[in-house]
């Protein structure tokens, strides 16, 4: 198998699975309890805190871990709608956040607060004066994604960072996308609250964190025995916790090395790609995107039979978003970038990995050439395009010859 498709998950890596092992068998104990075993846990996942808390620049203390990015996303966001409805009922985001955020945000809508949906444009990447313009005194929170999961494209999150401090208004930030594949700093990115996910960076699924900023008051809006300062109750997830830090701790040591080798691959795809098939175009921003993921659509052809034929050549690529590929609508995030239906489903997402090669990457490019040939051969609405084109040329080129 050709494994491109991590932004939907990745394979947990050797040595996360010898850290997490112990936790399943050895220092299995419950971290709230005080004896031996349950001390033993409690270490693990102190340990695996320090371990996140340091990739992104924060203060151990600061680190909260839930079951994942969705639940990040639901505790910051409605932590402090709730928490702040007393000073306003105002909340901005962009109209190409996850689900997680999006859905929560429609959620509060309909509880008595107003949202406003930044525009992306065709670059995909918010703009700032959108976002000064859309402040009024109102607003409480500010929540943009660091990197896009579909195209790839990085937010100017430390310029709204540094706008919503100005005006006093929290901030958090998306970063499932952007931890281990680019630098994250929570000081430099001026953020008060930072979703995080470990499947993403080579982690186990069911795991994630959430970067609270000290001082910064959430609602309650999980319930529980009050652990992980009564924002994510429920017995810790020991075992991922362990393994999120490992995750953490590895990519911290090869991101620079990553971002290199990854920004070297994601070109040359996109070269091979668009210098081998016939309109071919990159979705997004071509330059301020994350190493490693690209998004192109191609005319003529159904981005699902395109997949389907990649993964009988066992490659394994995607149309989207993995938490909208059972969707039968077109992307959300293509058509924020002004296109239509018909290219939107003829789009095709890619996003490696540090395992893939350059073998692999040429590989990809003749096995999508030639699938978009068949595919497109087989396309009506393609191969009427193509006479239509025809005949126009021979039209100009009998002009031409009238002229001489």
């Not at 491109?4 to 996360?16: F, G, I, L, N, Q």
């Not at 953490?248 to 971002?259: D, F, I, Q, R």
Request: aromatic share 4%; with cysteine; glycine share 8%.
């Amino acid at each position: 198998m050709i494994y491109m498709d991590h932004a939907a998950t990745s394979p947990v890596r050797k040595e996360v699975v010898e850290a997490i092992e112990p936790y399943f068998t050895e220092f299995y104990g419950n971290p709230s309890t005080i004896y031996k075993v349950g001390r033993e846990a409690k270490k693990g996942l102190e340990n695996a805190r320090e371990n996140v808390a340091k990739l992104i620049g924060a203060k151990a203390d600061e680190i909260i871990f839930t079951s994942g990015g969705t639940e990040s996303d639901n505790i910051a966001i409605k932590g402090i709608a709730l928490k702040n409805k007393d000073k306003g009922n105002h909340i901005i985001t962009s109209s190409i956040e996850h689900p997680a955020v999006l859905e929560t945000c429609r959620y509060l809508e309909k509880n008595g607060f107003e949202v406003t949906y930044l525009p992306v444009y065709q670059e995909g990447i918010v703009r700032i004066d959108d976002l000064k313009e859309a402040i009024t005194d109102k607003t409480i929170l500010i929540t943009v994604m660091h990197v896009n999961s579909e195209i790839g494209t990085i937010q100017p999150i430390a310029e709204i960072g540094k706008i919503a401090k100005e005006k006093n208004i929290k901030f958090h930030t998306d970063a499932v996308q952007s931890i281990g594949k680019i630098p994250v700093n929570v000081d430099k990115l001026n953020v008060d609250l930072l979703s995080i996910s470990a499947h993403k960076i080579y982690g186990p699924k069911g795991v994630g964190a959430l970067f609270v900023r000290k001082g910064t008051r959430l609602e309650t809006v999980l319930h529980g025995g009050g652990q992980e300062k009564n924002l994510s109750s429920g017995t810790e997830n020991v075992p991922g916790a362990v393994g999120l830090g490992k995750a953490c701790e590895l990519a911290g040591k090869e991101l620079e090395k990553n971002m290199k080798y990854l920004a070297k691959l994601r070109d040359r795809l996109v070269e091979g790609i668009t210098t081998n098939v016939d309109e071919a175009y990159v979705n997004g921003d071509t330059d301020k995107k994350v190493p490693g993921t690209t998004n192109l659509h191609f005319v003529g052809i159904e981005g699902e039979g395109l997949v389907l034929l990649l993964d009988g050549k066992n490659i394994a690529a995607a149309t989207g978003s993995a938490c909208s590929s059972k969707k039968l609508e077109a992307s959300y995030v293509l058509k924020a970038l002004g296109l239509d239906d018909v290219h939107c489903h003829g789009s095709l997402r890619l996003t490696l990995g540090s395992e893939n090669t350059e073998e692999e990457v040429e590989y990809v490019i003749e096995s999508i050439k030639e699938a978009v040939a068949r595919l497109r051969s087989m396309s009506s609405i393609w191969n009427e395009r193509e006479s239509k084109m025809k005949d126009l040329e021979d039209k100009n080129r009998c002009k031409t010859c009238s002229l001489e």
